[in-house]
């Protein structure tokens, strides 16, 4: 057997989910079977300082020779990385992006993807003329779980698909949570709201289901119908958004086919207490549906329920060092048990493979996708009458920001 080949990577950025997907990323990729590639950290940056960044290297146990940077700048000309993870706010991630594609630098920008569809357009244009690799860290769309997901719907064992139901919050108390009104949920300088944030990922699953199943030269955008409330203090982020999308079939295909997409930042699909939760994500076609659980943007456990009285229930666990490593990792205050991942591996494996083979996009979420439902959720403001300030809608590059 050849030895894996290394995929070294730079972390711009070193807030909250950089240091979860870091930490997933440095696992041993042979605890979930994959033996052709291993994750390296050459090198990490922080915007406001040498020490933050060199904190974050010892935090999540990169190699000692791993560099730490002040300035994205230099960590976008170390010629030693060979992809760089963008962690930024997701006002941030188109300027971030085009530096690092104008540098001639593969990049696996974290969701969602830019402020608006424009932004989203110029970055895939500019990787193109780069020849670089660029994909959306939608982590979700590269578990095992939505593998299984397409095998189910490929496999008509749910008939023809008709709706799709999916549902996405972070139930808290904004006022409470983000009492100063200057934390990324509720910010509109750093793009705030429930749509962007999680939003993407309630659209996650009727474009899985209903948008990718169609074959590519037929296949047409949602309409949407909108309605959005925003958060009362700020009034520019949308507290609680609700979509409506038609996906165009012919009448051989079924049909058009809708799904309801709900997201909000006060809400939870079920109140924690509740001991059996509804399924986050419901997939429904005309002979049975598949269920999602818990949650949209991280589902663990999934339910088959076919009209013939087929039920499969199935855990999709995580997978990691395992008991007894002294390793944890979580997202935030919420831990992991002992050795448990949070899943994130799969997606760096992805553009680690992606790499290996020579493609410049994901395989489960290409760029025109990405654009797409950067489109959908443009819409979707439009309808409900949010902009965020021109400095982050803008398509002008470089903008400090
Ligand atoms: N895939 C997932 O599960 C997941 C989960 C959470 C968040 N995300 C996405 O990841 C991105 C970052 O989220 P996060 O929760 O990690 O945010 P965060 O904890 O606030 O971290 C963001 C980091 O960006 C840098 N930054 C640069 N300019 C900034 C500015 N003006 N304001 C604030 N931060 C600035 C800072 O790092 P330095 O000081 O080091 O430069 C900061 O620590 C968002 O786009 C979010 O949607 C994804
Ligand atoms: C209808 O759509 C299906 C799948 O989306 C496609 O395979 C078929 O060719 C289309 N039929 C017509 C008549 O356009």
Redesign the pocket.
Known sequence: MSSPKVIRWGIL??????VTFTKDLLVDPTTRGVTSIKHTVVAAA???SVS??ESFLRRVGAPASARAYDSYQDLIADPDVDIIYI????S??YQNAMHCLEAGKNVLC???FTVNAEQARLLVNMAKEKGCFLME?L?TRYFPLAAYVREILSSGRLGTLVRVMTDCNIATNPEKSFKDGKH?MVNSE?AGGALL?LGVYSLTWPFLALYDTQPRETRKPPKVLAAMTKYPPTFCADETTTMVLTFPRNESAGGDAHAIATTSIRLETSPASDPNPPASVRIQGTLGEIQLFPCA?NPTHSKLVLWDGTVEEKPWPQPGPGKGSGWFNG?GDSINAEGEGQG?FWEADEAGFALCEGRKEGKYLGLEETVLIMEVMDETRRQGELRYPEKIETTKFPVQ?
């Open positions: 950025a070193t807030g909250v989910i950089a922080s915007s406001s933050r960044a962690a930024t706010p997701h941030h991630h974290e969701k969602p860290a982590w990324r750093l944030d943007h997202f994130m920001l």
